[in-house]
């Protein structure tokens, strides 16, 4: 199996959150950046800021932390993500280079 990421990225106001799973997630938070999916949720709210993540060995793991998160109250949510993020500030840079072998 592959190692899975659970992942929770905003807009520029911090309005709205988006919760997300994902085998490469430097590629998958390029995909929201970029609007690859020009219909979907996160592009029709601009959610692209990368707040919070998780590694997990296996994407099973990652799946079902994320089950469990989306689970969660908007306070919930943010309280995860002030937990390792305070300002919230991107921390896409952090991870560009995960990938990467």
């Not at 938070?29 to 959610?47: G, Q, V, W």
């Not at 309280?79 to 995960?98: A, G």
Request: with cysteine; glycine share 4%.
């Amino acid at each position: 199996m592959k190692p899975g990421f659970v992942y929770i990225i905003t807009n520029k106001y911090q309005t709205v959150v988006y919760v997300g799973v994902t085998s490469n997630l430097p590629q998958r938070i390029l995909e929201h950046k970029n609007k690859k999916y020009p219909t979907s949720f996160s592009a029709r709210y601009d959610i692209s800021t990368l707040v919070y993540y998780e590694q997990f060995q296996w994407i099973g793991d990652a799946i079902a932390r994320e089950k469990q998160i989306k689970a969660g109250s908007r306070a919930s949510k943010n309280k995860l993500i002030q937990s390792i993020n305070p300002t919230c500030k991107d921390l896409f840079e952090e991870i560009r280079d995960l990938m990467t072998e």
